[in-house]
């Protein structure tokens, strides 16, 4: 589900499908993505100090179950533009950011497997070990 903000600038139906069809593409490659919220900014950069380019800027915040949110922000002189850098960009952070719970995982195991074959055995403290001998 993505939900689209817009921020110093008039909300647009055509905007709000374009960038939420380039989010859900990059979601649909990845199973784990399916249940999460993505929040999508789309923001005018208009400053009145210094002349140029309006630049507009579109920021996602991913909330993945059980990890830090993925922040991507991206900006460009064409709202259509800057969502396209915005997926490219997101696919390549989503993938780094599962990857590294996934290699996370896989170091775990390996600890528990090696300690296992290992034949230790857990020291089990019972509650009254510390207590003083009568």
Do not use: C
């Not at 939420?20 to 929040?39: G, M, W």
């Not at 140029?52 to 915040?61: D, N, S």
């Not at 830090?68 to 800057?82: F, H, L, R, T």
């Amino acid at each position: 589900m993505v939900r689209v903000m817009f921020k110093n600038l008039q909300g647009s139906e055509f905007i709000a499908q374009a960038v939420t069809e380039k989010i859900d593409h990059v979601l649909a490659k990845f199973p784990e993505t399916r249940n999460t919220r993505a929040s999508a900014i789309v923001s005018m950069e208009n400053s009145q100090f210094h002349s140029g380019p309006e630049l507009y800027q579109v920021k996602v915040i991913l909330e993945l179950k059980g990890m830090k949110p993925v922040v991507v922000e991206k900006q460009s002189s064409n709202v259509y533009q800057a969502s396209a850098l915005l997926a490219d960009r997101l696919f390549e952070a989503v993938h780094r950011h599962l990857d590294r719970r996934r290699e996370h995982h896989r170091r775990t195991v390996q600890r528990q497997s090696r300690w296992l074959r290992s034949g230790l055995v857990p020291l089990e403290v019972e509650p009254n070990w510390y207590a003083p001998a009568t």
